[in-house]
């Protein structure tokens, strides 16, 4: 049963990176048949793609996050990333690290991300 | 980015009732549409893709149509379960894009 679980810090201040790992089981990150994807819930903009990966190194940023995000992968731990710079308010929501690339199971259970001062 | 709408955004229905939700797109997705479920306080769940693939341990009462800019999921008798909000979601092009979703509640 594969499973995925997102940790990482559930306050981060205004301005600074925000900072995710996805910790992958029943799966590989180096998996030939998958990407692997971040997406966040906000009350405001609902379910949004921020990006996904490929173990071979190659991404897919969504174009309202591109100039601020990285997703990379850590092969040896079966982990992958997010790394959001420069937040603000309203990248407040529930993050989710997810296998897939074009429909997305499994999810993980989500993580909090409260950006405040 | 493709654009999806939902309708309705939300409906009450009983327990054995036949709910239709529409998904409609801003253009052509040929088949590539597939549809979540959450419930609160929950991660989305896979419940079809590519249009009608149910997935694995999805109850036969679910069901996915349409092509194009139109989609329809039914659920032909609602099971307490079912109460929850239901997301469309498109996979044509980058980047993905989800619906705003409809909430069904228990009338």
């Known amino acids: 049963q594969v499973q995925l679980q997102e940790s990482g810090p559930g306050l981060v201040k205004p301005s600074e990176t925000l900072s995710l790992t996805c910790s992958v089981s029943g799966d590989s990150v180096t998996s030939p048949d998958y990407r692997w994807s971040w997406i966040r819930q906000t009350p405001e903009k609902g379910l949004e793609c921020i990006g996904n990966?490929?173990?071979?190194?190659?991404?897919v940023y969504s174009p309202s996050f591109k100039s601020r995000v990285t997703i990379s992968v850590d092969v040896s731990k079966n982990t992958f990333s997010l790394k959001l710079n420069s937040v603000t308010a309203a990248d407040t929501g529930v993050y989710y690290c997810?296998?897939?690339?074009?429909?997305?199971?499994?999810w993980g259970q989500g993580i909090l991300v409260t950006v405040s001062s | 980015d493709i654009q999806l709408t939902q309708s309705p955004s939300f409906l009450s229905a009983s327990v054995g009732d036949r709910v239709t939700i529409a998904c409609r797109a801003s253009?052509?997705?040929?088949?590539?549409l597939a549809w979540y479920q959450q419930k609160p306080g929950k991660a989305p769940q896979l419940l079809i893709s590519s249009v009608s693939i149910l997935q694995s341990g999805v109850p036969s009462r679910f069901s996915g149509t349409g092509s194009g800019t139109e989609f329809t999921l039914t659920i032909t008798s609602l099971q307490p379960e079912d109460f929850a909000t239901y997301y469309c979601?498109?996979?044509?092009?980058?980047?993905?894009?989800f619906g705003p979703g409809t909430q069904v509640d228990i009338k």
């Open positions: 979601q498109q996979f044509y092009n980058d980047p993905r894009t």
């Open positions: 253009q052509g997705l040929s088949t590539n």
């Open positions: 990966m490929y173990y071979r190194g190659s991404t």
């Open positions: 997810v296998r897939g690339g074009e429909w997305f199971d499994p």
